[in-house]
Every structure is written in C-alpha cells, then in structure tokens.
C-alpha cells in the first residue's frame, strides 16, 4: 500500500522560497504519476501541478506558472515542488497525491481530484510578513 508524506511546508516571508518533499513508503513511485494540490481556509482544494510518471511532462497552474517547479527522483521515491517568488496568495495547506498505471505515462492530469487514488496528509505553508 502506497503512503505519501509531505514535508517542507513553514512560514516564509513574501518573496521567498520553499521547496516541498512528497515521500512516498510502501512501493516505488516509478508508475505513478504525481500531483500537488493546495487548499486554502474557506476556499476548495485546487491543482498545482503534476508530473508524469516518465518525469518528461509537467503541468503547473496559471497562477505558479514561472516560480514552482515540480521535479521527481525515482532512486529516492521522492517527488519536489520547488516554490520561489512565494506570494500570500499561495498560502495553503499542500498536497501530494499520486496515480498507478501498469505503464510508464507520458502525460498527467492536473487538478482533478478523482484522478488521483492515494493522498498525502498535507503540509502547511505560510506566507507572510
């Protein structure tokens, strides 16, 4: 059974950088394909980005488009968002949640939820002055 952890989350100021973990136990990451999601208070959870199982396809949100950047390491059955140029509007608890497919994708789908299977618990992020 796959399990997802998160960690990295914290408080930083505007402007500045996180990068977040997505560790994964259980099994190996290399047929899943990856996504992050986030969920502000009071708001709906919503995609982030995603990356293929292959790692040759990304999909970011319009609004991280430019200062996230998602990236995996199979030998260490870890997926990275890297978040620079941080704004109070990212401020949200992050998610990582991941799809098995019996093949290597080249694709992934980014903010629906029902495509994903397993869930992480999620680590907060703060940002503000």
């Known amino acids: 059974q796959l399990q997802l952890v998160e960690s990295g989350g914290g408080l930083v100021q505007p402007g500045g950088s996180l990068r977040l973990s997505c560790a994964a136990s259980?099994?190996?990451?290399?047929?899943?394909?990856i996504g992050w999601f986030r969920q502000a208070p009071g708001k709906e959870r919503e995609g982030v980005s995603c990356?293929?199982?292959?790692?040759?396809?990304?999909n970011y949100a319009d609004s991280v488009k430019g200062r996230f950047t998602i990236s995996r390491d199979n030998a260490k059955n870890t997926v990275y968002l890297q978040m620079n140029n941080l704004k109070p509007g990212d401020t949200a608890l992050y998610y990582c949640?991941?799809?098995?497919?019996?093949?290597?994708?080249?694709?992934?789908?980014?903010?629906?939820?029902?495509?994903?299977?397993?869930w992480g618990q999620g680590t907060q992020v703060t940002v503000s002055s």
């Open positions: 949640a991941a799809s098995r497919f019996t093949t290597k994708q080249t694709t992934c789908v980014m903010g629906r939820e029902t495509y994903y299977t397993y």
């Open positions: 259980g099994v190996r990451l290399d047929y899943y394909v």
């Open positions: 990356i293929s199982s292959s790692g040759g396809r990304t």
